[in-house]
């Protein structure tokens, strides 16, 4: 006697785009995690850095996860974790855009902000999609949601 089992679905049907929407942010942070040793290399040609101001390039991304996450699990207790995942986007194309006026400015100092901003940004979405993907469905396939998620994150 054949015994048919229920497949849990992945995400139910109303949450198919939302999911694919944050799997792309989770490639997109991915993908920005992955520029910060090219940076380094283009800022010293430009601005004939010692290796401390080259650490600093490493140090204001990674710093910034330092600071804003903590901050992040505030934003998503305090409201919830779309409006994490929303302020982190904002924030995170708030420090991308500020990347124009100080390629303009072509000083260093302006460069190390946007990354701040840029990662800071980040460290929200990144603090707010973990958790939300996993609030996407039933709780027997989070865990397959999330590893799916993080597979697309380079």
Known sequence: MATHTQKTPLVSKEMVVPFILLVLCFAAW???????????KVFSKIF?????????????????????????????KRFSYKTGV????????????????ASQAMTYGFFLAALFVLAG?????????????MG?????????????????NP
């Open 86 to 101: 929303l302020t982190g986007l904002g924030m995170a194309a708030m420090g991308a855009f500020m990347f124009y006026p």
């Open 30 to 40: 991915g993908a920005a995690a992955n520029m910060t040793d090219p940076l380094v």
């Open 48 to 76: 004939t850095m010692s290796s401390v101001q080259s650490a600093l390039v490493q140090f204001s991304y990674y710093g910034a996860y330092f600071c804003l996450a903590i901050p992040a699990a505030y934003i998503n």
């Open 136 to 152: 996407m469905g039933s709780q027997q396939s989070a865990t397959r949601r999330l590893n799916l998620a993080q597979s697309f």
């Open 121 to 133: 940004g980040l460290s929200i979405l990144e603090t707010s999609a973990n958790p939300y993907v």
